[in-house]
């Protein structure tokens, strides 16, 4: 079975300050690892995925296969990035490929 | 056209109604997903379909029955639904399901309540 934790329901930080939003995923297979991003009145989109290891909008998150993580990190939080974060799992399924997606976190950027 | 719509946006239906949510991308990509999402709560797979077969059915109850007419529409049909059936319906798409870290486009949703 595969399983994604976000143990943080809430994360509020002030605007500048640094921001871990934390994912643990379960899964015997190769992980793909996704985070999934939802603005206020806006569509779930993607963030970035680990596959790219790029940064996005400042975010990187490292896929940590000894702890099983897959946290989400930024250096200098802003107020636009006040949103749901959903950290996502793809199986290797082949056929029976599917994503699962974590419970979010909401961050909220204070002034 | 890079997004996925959906329509409607906002549903209301009694038990004994019969409607259809309807999905709509132009982007040609072959995979299309449902999912369904309550409120603060993340979206939960319901359908898959693969180049217009359905491939994964996460065990939903057959009051809600997927259609995919052709590669760019994607339906749920509605009937007797429950009032706990009530929530946001996302459509999704990607480019092909088994292509590996293929990225999920995600329409607006239709927020479903049954009366």
């Known amino acids: 079975a595969q399983r994604v934790t976000q143990p943080e329901k809430l994360l509020s930080v002030f605007k500048g300050a640094p921001v871990e939003l934390k994912c643990n995923y379960s899964?015997?297979?190769?992980?793909?690892l996704f985070w999934y991003v939802q603005y206020s009145r806006q569509r779930l989109q993607l963030l970035l995925r680990?596959?790219s290891r790029e940064s996005i909008k400042g975010f990187t998150a490292d896929l940590n296969k000894g702890e099983t993580s897959f946290h989400l990190k930024k250096p200098f939080a802003q107020e636009e990035d006040s949103a749901m974060y959903y950290c996502?799992?793809?199986?290797?399924?082949?056929?029976?490929?599917?994503?699962?997606f974590g419970k979010g976190t909401l961050l909220t950027v204070n002034p | 056209d890079t997004e996925v719509t959906q329509t409607p946006k906002h549903l209301v239906m009694g038990m004994t109604n019969k409607k259809s949510l309807k999905c709509e991308q132009h982007?040609?990509?072959?995979?299309m997903y449902w999912y369904k999402q309550k409120a603060k709560k993340p979206p939960e797979l319901m359908f898959v379909?693969?180049?217009?077969?359905?491939?994964i059915n996460e065990s939903v109850p057959s009051r809600f029955s997927p259609e995919c007419p052709n590669s760019s529409l994607l339906n749920l049909h509605l009937h007797a639904l429950q009032p706990e059936d009530s929530a946001l319906y996302l459509c999704?798409?990607?480019?092909?399901?088994?292509?590996?870290?293929?990225?999920?486009?995600f329409g607006p949703g239709t927020r479903l309540t049954v009366l």
């Open positions: 999704a798409s990607s480019h092909s399901r088994t292509g590996r870290y293929d990225e999920q486009f």
């Open positions: 899964y015997s297979g190769s992980p793909e």
């Open positions: 680990h596959i």
């Open positions: 996502a799992l793809g199986n290797s399924g082949g056929s029976n490929y599917k994503l699962t």
């Open positions: 982007m040609g990509h072959r995979a």
């Open positions: 379909y693969s180049y217009e077969k359905l491939s």
